[in-house]
């Protein structure tokens, strides 16, 4: 199939791209690496660099789309409180582009939603740009028949993922700080909870959404199926650590039901956090 992936230089969407070219696809890739990396390219897939806010074409860049997996956001909750215009700019307009090429060419949509939404949509700016986005998407479903199903993750961790920078995840920045020898930095009392999940379940419930032909389907929810608090994980590391002031604007508690995504797409995840940490302070 000919598969369009935005974002596609960044951490989904370079764990996303092996396993397309893996799979026999021919994949093209849209990125303005604000926070993707060059060095992510796969061979095989064809890069182009480009904001898909400002995008007149898309044909310009494949024809005869079959599927596009809509990753492009400036994701993370943080950085969204520093500049909430382009946050919303890049999840509310890039968003509106795509579905409308999609509405255009009648190819399906696969959003990368965020579990962020369950916790309010004015808890930030960058969760207030998903609520909208994705009902963008059920809007161009209910009235303009385009397939789009939305695939929410929770705090995703994995190979590719940022270990440095304001777009950093905890795990990223745990295994960062462990390799470098320092404190782990824990935000808050540390007893905030998150459903940690393996980027490479991610891609399998991508690629189970993509096949599945139930048009009913509007979104799946993507995670693990347990949590573990930010000082567990910290435990795992088994090295020092200290605490700094609680972040604004972040839920307490992610914790994904996995029971719709296993009866509509057969989801399975299969790879737990402390197996991951293991591997990690093995190196």
Known sequence: MKIMVTGGAGFVGTNLIKRLLKDGHN?????N???GKKENHQEGCVYHECDIRDVIDFNYFMKDVDIVYHLGALARIQPSFINPANTLEVGILGTMNILEYAREQGCKVIFAGSSSVHSG??????????VVADDLCLLYKKHFNVDTKICRFYNVYGPHQLTEGEYCTVVGIFESQYKEGVELTITGDGEQRRDFTHIDDIVEGLILTAQ???FEID???????NNYSINELAEMFGCGHTYIPERPGEARITLCDISEANKNIGYEPKVDIGDYVKEVISE
Do not use: M, Q
């Open 27 to 31: 994949v093209v890739s849209l990125d």
């Open 33 to 35: 690496y604000s926070t």
């Open 121 to 130: 949509k004015l808890k930030n700016p960058y969760t207030f740009s998903k």
């Open 212 to 214: 599945s032909d139930n």
């Open 219 to 225: 979104t799946i929810e993507l995670g693990r199926g």
